[in-house]
T-cell receptor
Framework: DTAVSQTPKYLVTQMGNDKSIKCEQNLGHDTMYWYKQDSKKFLKIMFSYNNKELIINETVPNRFSPKSPDKAHLNLHINSLELGDSAVYFC??????????????FGPGTRLTVL | GDSVTQMEGPVTLSEEAFLTINCTYTATGYPSLFWYVQYPGEGLQLLLKATKADDKGSNKGFEATYRKETTSFHLEKGSVQVSDSAVYFCALSGSDQKLVFGQGTRLTINP
């Protein structure tokens, strides 16, 4: 009964490749996020989608492109991978109506290693 | 912009010791405040939260009180266990609903 799931859990790839990370939530939430956690554990928001519409786009290279086919899924595609993209990427979701709208629920993370 | 500052780690304690991890914030308006915990090799889990001044969040023996006058949300636990070893993140969510995190505090509890 995983609430927010991500695939893959680990991703090792060469510089210059293109890769995707998938996220799905079964909580019925309508807003989803991507966060990046660097090697020092610092967490920073990258993107947010509400009902398939992009609402937050932080200063992220345009090699990163989020895609939301429906409100339960938010995928992250990364072109031309660089060494500095190595990090743990977390997906999160929250509801925007009812109680607890300020609480985000996180997936288990995807550890991306670029060689 | 909004920001969160946490006590520098790492923090190492003996089992049954008292724990405090300091957290202060800067924000416009009235943010919600959170503590998230990341156990080794796992994702982030919500530990507790508080949504307005003087609210106290509590869970698993941990507590934190939303102090507007000191813009603080310090995490405390009266008697820590080895299983509490993890990285703890203080965070706020403002009107834009973006979570802004502190830098994380690594806690190690020795038996």
């Amino acid at each position: 009964d995983t609430a927010v799931s991500q695939t893959p859990k680990y991703l090792v790839t060469q510089m210059g490749n293109d890769k995707s990370i998938k996220c799905e939530q079964n909580l019925g939430h309508d807003t989803m996020y991507w966060y990046k956690q660097d090697s020092k554990k610092f967490l920073k928001i990258m993107f947010s989608y509400n009902n398939k519409e992009l609402i937050i786009n932080e200063t992220v290279p345009n090699r990163f492109s989020p895609k939301s086919p429906d409100k339960a899924h938010l995928n992250l595609h990364i072109n031309s991978l660089e060494l500095g993209d190595s990090a743990v990427y977390f997906c999160a979701s929250r509801r925007t109506s009812g109680s607890g709208t300020d609480t985000q629920y996180f997936g288990p993370g995807t550890r991306l290693t670029v060689l | 912009g909004d920001s969160v500052t946490q006590m520098e780690g790492p923090v190492t304690l003996s089992e049954e010791a008292f724990l405090t991890i300091n957290c202060t914030y800067t924000a416009t308006g009235y943010p919600s405040l959170f503590w998230y915990v990341q156990y080794p090799g796992e994702g982030l889990q919500l530990l507790l939260k508080a949504t307005k001044a003087d609210d106290k969040g509590s869970n698993k023996g941990f507590e934190a009180t939303y102090r507007k006058e000191t813009t603080s949300f310090h995490l405390e636990k009266g008697s820590v266990q080895v299983s509490d070893s993890a990285v703890y993140f203080c965070a706020l969510s403002g009107s834009d609903q973006k979570l802004v995190f502190g830098q994380g505090t690594r806690l190690t509890i020795n038996p």
